[in-house]
């Protein structure tokens, strides 16, 4: 349980800012603060076992139908990872306390930050593959609160756009992929995966899996060629820029590597992947970090080389090259938090981020100054830092690689190209910004004046930094003591009983690794020193803004997803039921092409003659229906009489629920339908195009006979059916013997209470939008007939009136019988209503609103209301939700009687189905009353163009 209580400690700490921002900055920062310092320090109660080699685990079961359970567990990885995102990200928010302005919104941003810290945290902790990549995608949507929190500038809109397109999709691809593992594995939990590494990668799915999965990884760290997102997520608050992209967001593609080795890794396009894609992510971040004049963009380009080099190093796929992955996962942190902390101290005091615009600043921030050079010196790799130890050991397992065969040599020299082009940077950085002069020009050195008013800054700012600098140099010194048993954690985590022993140290004696460092660092300081000849060599080669190219690809997928909308969304009703029906037509048919067999081995009914004459009736009013389509009535009549022998088969089929129930749709929907029709033109256009018809005729007879032929060999095959088990469980478990009743208000309660809460939406909707709606009334036919004077015929009005009473009793009687004899409330309202409608129909609206003064909607809503208090009911039990009960009363002067809970919730049904049918067809009805404006008063009645 304790285990849970990490990510609930950061979650509840996404709330703390917001409550307590009005209290001053200080209150706020340090209250935020509280928590994440907690669970660090739950995080280290676990050392003893985690430095063991143990995992933890806790699980929760969540979404059991899916694979999904809410299982977390502590390994060595979590712990490495857990520990940069709780003690760097506790460093980061006490910085950006100090960092923000007076006028920032310090409380929404720290907010942010907790909510990404906690999706952070759910990714390493993550026991279920599923569960892992909700967080996945949770630290998507929270980097793009992150890097947007200056809504104001462009930059910042399109670097938060940029980032979660990109990752966004990545997180699709991952998606997909985990499906995948989950589908050939059996199971999400993580165990079960990482124990199924022979079988994944025996699977013929395995090659799809690492694609996709490979996709999602190096989207997220910013991998050749999905690099571009980071360097324009610097246009975040510094602050981000620390924290996402050093030490969590960019390295959760590093993660899920590690965290998929035992699964996925040791094989051929594994490592070929990872050793190509790090290899051209190292030098091609390293040669645009350069060659950048902004610090942050410096500090971007570097964190793509450098998290390429980290997937270098997964790649070589060897024991000790994992660990020196894992160790500078460790390093590359320390030193690049530091870096983007002290970036943002070098614009906050003075305004710029252009080294153009920025030298000697030693003597005015000789602070800032120093933890610049301290993880400067770590980032290029000079010893005693710890730097110089990772790159060592990648200098080394590039050498010894036999990747590649005769080709290996290329992996040692691009890698000796990152190392020298590291080295650079770094120098170039500390130097332009605190030793050389500041340049006004792009290549004349003029001494400009400086920036008298650039002082170190507050405390605040610069311990944090300081602290990680210090790490840098000391994990250099002491690497086996401070360093070693984290990393030893984290290899065992990922490498099992095939994790090495090692030894981290500064001096290995003379060895090749040890002269490809010179080389570097001698090389390096040359290309700083002729830096301005680059920008003539970069000249020479086609630059492309990869914010440029990105914004023209989204227009073009806009542009072309409007051309396939128009293309296909029209205004034409028919087109959009011509591409439904079609859809349908294909998937059915490749369903249907998959049968060795149409015919089955069950038999079938004979025919008699009364089937034939329904049938042919049934035919015949639907081929009716659509040639009498001209003539509205009639073609309303022919489809009445098809739904009428509807309800006739179902008789015949002993379904007589189903047959009341028809019975009752069909008569309200053709009030409905005659209500809806009255408003449209009474005829249609006489003239349809050929094409038209012979594409409607051709539609209609292949989905008749793709329908025909899945009837019929459905209904040759004996199917498993879940009728037994309802047939079997009526009477004992719902106490009723009409199984459909019993199904509708007890076994699947929960869907009836879905459909009458559409249904009350529906009606409701309607209600809405007919409120108050004027329509003309048609005074004729189209033949100039007038309609009679007799608005209310007398033989209707006293018919309604005598069935009124009548068809009230029946609605009772089919209610109270519906638990054990066919009926319910479903059907019982709809004859409530119809009988109801009747009266609408006989005397008028205003005459009967008068004497049924009945709100629809309240009846509506007090029959959802009962059937949700009737479900709630069983939990005062101790039951879950709709759970029935019944059982059998003596009442006096009746006997008896079985009295159940359903009995209330059928109430629920029966009120929702009257209030619902009635909003709907009641008000259809009343947009023409006497009331309603003429054709002649409206343009009477209408302001004249001088009046206006």
């Known amino acids: 349980m304790s285990l849970l209580l990490i990510p609930l400690l950061t979650l509840t700490g996404t709330a703390i800012p917001l409550l307590t921002s009005r209290f001053g900055r200080a209150y706020c920062t340090l209250s935020t603060l509280v928590l994440p310092v907690i669970a660090l320090a739950l995080l280290f109660s676990y050392v003893p076992a985690l430095l063991n080699g143990e995992t933890l685990h806790v699980a929760w079961s969540w979404i059991p139908q899916l694979g999904l359970d809410l299982a977390f567990r502590v390994d060595g990885l979590t712990f490495l990872f857990a520990l940069l995102i709780l003690g760097i990200g506790s460093l980061i928010i006490f910085y950006a306390g100090h960092y923000l302005s007076p006028t920032e919104k310090d409380g929404r941003f720290l907010s942010y930050m907790m909510l990404f810290m906690t999706a952070m945290l759910g990714i390493v902790m993550a026991d279920n593959l599923l569960l892992l990549w909700l967080f996945w995608e949770l630290t998507s949507v929270s980097s793009f609160l992150l890097i947007g929190f200056w809504g104001h500038r462009s930059d910042a809109r399109r670097g938060a756009r940029m980032a979660l397109t990109v990752t966004g999709a990545g997180g ?13 594995v059996g199971s999400f939990a993580l165990q079960d995966v990482l124990a199924a590494g022979d079988q994944l990668r025996a699977s013929s799915y395995y090659p799809v899996i690492l694609a996709l999965v490979l996709l999602g990884a190096f989207t997220k760290s910013a ?11 610097m246009a975040a608050p510094t602050p981000v820029s620390a924290y996402l992209h050093s030490s969590t967001m960019v390295k959760a593609g590093i993660f899920l590597l590690a965290r998929l080795h035992p699964a996925l890794g040791d094989t051929t396009a594994w490592e070929t992947s990872l050793t190509l894609v790090g290899l051209a992510t190292l030098v091609y971040g390293a040669w645009f970090a350069l060659l950048e004049r902004d610090l942050k963009g410096i500090l971007a380009f570097s964190t793509v080389s450098h998290l390429g080099l980290i997937v270098l190093l997964l790649g070589l796929g060897s024991p000790l090259a994992i ?9 590359h942190a320390l030193f690049k938090a530091t870096l983007f902390m002290s970036a943002g101290i070098i614009d906050h005091e003075t305004g710029t981020r252009d080294i153009r615009r920025l030298g000697g600043l030693w003597s005015l921030m000789p602070i800032t100054g120093t933890l610049t050079m301290l993880a400067g010196a770590a980032m290029a790799g000079f010893p005693p830092f710890n730097g110089f130890l990772s790159k060592e050991m990648l200098l080394t397992k590039a050498v010894a690689t036999d990747h590649f065969g005769g080709l290996g040599i290329i992996i040692p020299i691009l890698v000796l190209v990152g190392a020298i082009l590291s080295v650079a940077y770094s120098i170039r950085l500390v130097a332009n910004v605190f030793f050389l002069p500041r340049k006004v020009g792009e290549k004349t050195e003029e001494k400009a004046e400086e920036p008298v008013h650039a002082h170190d800054p507050p405390k605040g700012m610069y311990l944090p930094g300081m602290g990680l600098a210090c790490l840098c140099l000391l994990v250099g010194l002491f690497p086996m003591t401070l360093a070693a048993p984290l990393i030893n954690s984290a290899s065992l985590a990922v490498q099992g009983v095939n994790s090495p022993v090692f030894h981290l140290a500064l001096w290995h004696g003379l060895n090749v690794p040890l002269m490809m460092s010179a080389i570097a660092i001698g090389l390096g300081i040359t290309l700083v020193w002729r830096h301005e000849r680059l920008y003539s060599l970069a000249a020479l080669l086609p630059t492309r803004d990869a914010k440029d190219i990105f914004e023209k690809t989204i227009t073009r997928v806009i542009k072309a997803a409007v051309w396939l909308t128009l293309r296909l969304e029209n205004g034409s009703l028919q087109r959009y039921q011509a591409l439904l029906l079609m859809s349908a037509l294909i998937m059915t048919a490749l369903g ?61 089929f002993s379904a ?44 209609a007879a292949s989905f008749g006979l793709v329908i025909a032929v899945l009837n019929y060999a459905l209904l040759t095959r004996d199917t498993l059916s879940i009728s037994e088990f309802f047939l079997s469980e009526s009477v004992p478990g719902g106490g009723g013997t009409n199984v459909v009743n019993v199904i509708l208000v007890d076994f699947r309660g929960f869907d009836t209470l879905g459909e009458i809460t559409v249904l009350a939406l529906a009606g409701l909707g309607t209600y809405k939008l007919l409120n108050r709606l004027r329509l003309f009334k048609p005074s004729g036919n189209l033949e100039g007939i007038r309609w009679s004077r007799q608005r209310y015929p007398l033989i209707f009005d006293v018919v309604a009136q005598i069935i009124l009473p009548l068809a009230l009793l029946v609605s009772v009687y089919i209610f109270l019988r519906g638990h054990n004899q066919p ?14 409608l009747m009266q609408y129909m006989a005397r008028g609206y205003e005459w009967t609103s008068n004497r049924l003064p009945i709100s629809y909607p309240v009846v509506a809503a007090l029959g959802l209301v009962i059937a949700v208090l009737t479900g709630l009911g069983s939990w005062l039990f101790g039951y879950p939700f709709l759970t029935s009960s019944f059982g059998y009363f003596d009442i006096p002067l009746i006997g008896k009687t079985e009295l159940a809970t359903a009995l209330l919730f059928d109430i629920g049904v029966y009120l929702t189905v009257v209030g619902a049918t009635l909003m709907i067809l009641v008000n259809l009805g009343s947009v023409t009353t006497i009331h309603r404006p003429t054709l002649k008063s409206s343009l009477q009645s209408a302001p004249r163009e001088g009046n206006k």
Do not use: C, K, Y
């Open 656 to 699: 007589p629920d189903l047959a009341l129930t028809q019975l009752s749709v069909e008569v309200a929907s053709m009030i409905l339908m005659i209500l809806a029709l009255f408003f449209l033109p009474q005829r249609p256009p006489r003239w349809v195009s050929t094409r038209r018809i012979m594409r409607d005729l051709l539609l």
């Open 172 to 184: 699709l691809a991952l998606l997909a992929g985990i499906l995948l593992i989950g589908h050939v």
């Open 823 to 836: 009926g319910g409330g479903f059907i019982a309202g709809l004859v409530t209503a119809v009988a109801l």
């Open 592 to 652: 249907l092409r998959q049968l060795d067999n149409l015919t089955g081995a069950a038999g079938l009914q004979p025919i008699d003659g009364l089937a034939m004459l329904g049938a042919g009736v049934m035919v015949f009013g639907a081929i009716g229906s659509a040639f009498a389509h001209r003539w509205r009535l009639v073609s309303l009549l022919m489809l009445s009489t098809v739904g009428l022998l509807v309800s006739l088969t179902f008789v015949r």
């Open 323 to 331: 660990v020196a992955a894992l160790f500078h996962i460790f390093n």
């Open 223 to 233: 991998q050749f060629p999905f690099h571009f997102w980071l360097p324009h997520a």
